[in-house]
């Protein structure tokens, strides 16, 4: 994967792969569509997250595990995988931990072309973890943003953060609080991990015209905002009943309202409106844009030689000879 990204540069993945994910968006009704299946604890959760466009099948494993980083692991591991739904077979295992960082940015900046203000050129990212850098890259390259101010309760991070991106071109400023950080601002990024109902935005910082873009609080009992925001924002999501579980929104009651963005991507709902209105990405993650994913990362690995063959399926020479193969394999 790493090769893969070095080869087609990063930022043009992530712009390429936010045009693949907005056109799988565009198609979401050939999909199906679950919300993930988690398997929670008490401080983490374990999900798989499957769906298909009724040619191809994926799912994707992840973890959650805000804890994890106090022993020198990481919060978020993921893999997955691609098959042909004509046989059943699969036809790519790869990881996904990098690709997850990549396509939830891509998600993100794809969201954010939609409904962020036009001349939105400085971005704030709270929380300064593995998921920082592909944020500002991505809205670097999607959305024209050429300057992020940066921070994190652990000032470590944000030196991390300011460091790694010192050489693609954006202005990094690293602020001592949050309210720093999303002074001037017109989008703000949360990326915090921590499995509580934090409040890393209050109400009193969010003035016209913003664009919120959530991503931290992904699970129940996870959230970033303070429910006063969500109030006054206008709020999109991905799949609606997985955001109501997972998203901010699960502050809210069932019937507090929300636009799809798949309704916006395709024209039949209005994303930023005017110039006042705060615009609030309640990000989660979806099944599809793993899907997404992994599909752009079939097509480019095709004639890279930077994958290999691996026998996954045992392979019998006679389809209903399964044993014999395995007794033939005795002599091997
Ligand atoms: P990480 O553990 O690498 O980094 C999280 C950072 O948040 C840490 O540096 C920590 O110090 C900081 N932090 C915690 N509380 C804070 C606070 N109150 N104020 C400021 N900073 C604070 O995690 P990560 O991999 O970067 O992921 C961040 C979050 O995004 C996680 O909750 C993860 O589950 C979520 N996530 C969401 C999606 C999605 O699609 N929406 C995808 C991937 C990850």
Redesign the pocket.
């Known amino acids: 994967m790493m090769r893969l990204v070095h080869a087609v540069g990063i930022e043009r993945l992530l712009v390429e792969l936010s045009d693949v994910i907005e056109d799988d968006f565009r198609r979401w009704d050939l999909f199906d569509k679950t919300p993930r299946i988690a398997s929670h604890s008490k401080e983490a959760v374990i999900e798989l997250m499957p769906t298909s466009d009724g040619e191809i099948y994926s799912f994707k494993y992840v973890n ?1 595990h ?1 804890k994890n ?1 106090a022993q020198g692991l ?3 591991t993921a893999f997955g995988l691609l098959a042909e739904v004509s046989t059943g077979y699969p036809v790519l295992l790869t990881e996904m931990t990098l690709l ?2 990549l396509r ?1 940015a891509a ?1 993100s900046a794809m969201v954010a072309r939609h409904l962020a203000p036009k001349d939105a050129r400085t971005m704030a990212i ?7 850098e592909f944020q500002a890259l991505a809205f670097k390259a999607v959305c024209g943003i050429t300057h992020v101010q940066l ?4 000032p470590m ?1 944000t030196a991390k953060t300011a460091r790694n991106l010192s050489h693609f071109g954006l202005k990094v400023t690293a602020c001592a609080s ?1 309210q720093a950080a999303i002074e001037g601002a017109g989008i703000i990024t949360t ?4 499995k509580q109902f ?1 409040t ?1 935005l209050t109400d009193n910082m969010i003035g016209a015209g913003i664009h919120i873009n959530a ?5 129940p009992g ?1 959230t970033e905002l303070h429910y006063d925001v969500l109030s006054r924002a206008d709020t999109f999501v991905e799949y609606t009943p997985q955001t109501r579980i997972e998203g901010e929104i699960q502050q809210m009651p069932p019937e507090f309202p929300v636009t799809e963005m798949w309704k916006v991507v395709s024209g039949q709902a209005t994303g930023r409106r005017d110039a006042r209105q705060i615009t609030l990405f309640d ?3 979806f099944a599809i ?1 793993d899907f997404s994913a992994l599909r752009y990362v079939r097509g480019k690995l095709a004639g890279t030689g930077l994958y290999q063959d691996l026998d996954m399926i045992a392979d019998p020479d006679e389809p209903r000879d399964l044993f014999g193969m395995l007794q033939r394999s005795r002599k091997i």
């Open positions: 959650g805000p980083m990481q919060t978020v997850t960082a939830t998600t709270i929380g300064n973890g593995a998921q920082a921070y994190d309760i652990d991070a949050s990326c915090t991990a921590d934090a890393i991503v931290g609080g992904d699970c996870k990000s989660v993650g844009e």
